[in-house]
């Protein structure tokens, strides 16, 4: 699977602020944070529902993996996406990097992939 997905049955804010917990807890921090709802409307006008794409960056791993591939930077930070659906559930999803890094060139690339997919897989399903 390319993504890794969990629905919550709590308000958006609340998932937010779960999702940075659980991030900071497996090393992660969060870098940038798109508000994509606000986004659309300052720039286009148009109505969307609460989407926040936020920016994660664990700086041990990607230190290490940019120590291998500088290019690597193209794939960072992991991106994790809250949004709000109609019927009232929130969606947390993140990519899969093991499935994203066609760039895994070399072992060290591939292991610290495999760290990252079970950390980023450990925060989704501990939410």
């Known amino acids: 699977m390319v993504h890794i997905t969990k629905f919550l049955e709590i308000p958006f804010e609340e998932a937010i602020n779960k999702v940075t917990e659980a991030l900071k807890k497996e090393g992660f921090g969060i870098i940038t944070e798109i508000d994509v709802k606000k986004t659309l409307k300052e720039k286009i006008g148009a109505d969307f529902r609460k989407y926040r794409i936020l920016g994660a960056c664990n700086p041990n791993l990607a230190f290490r993996m940019l120590q291998q591939d500088d290019k690597v930077g193209l794939l960072m930070p992991c991106n994790v996406i809250v949004q709000e659906h109609d019927d009232g559930r929130t969606e ?33 399903k501990n939410l």
């Open 92 to 124: 947390v999803s993140t990519f899969n990097p093991i499935k994203s890094m066609p760039l895994a060139t070399n072992a060290t690339i591939e292991e610290v992939a495999d760290d990252i997919e079970c950390r980023l897989t450990a925060v989704i």
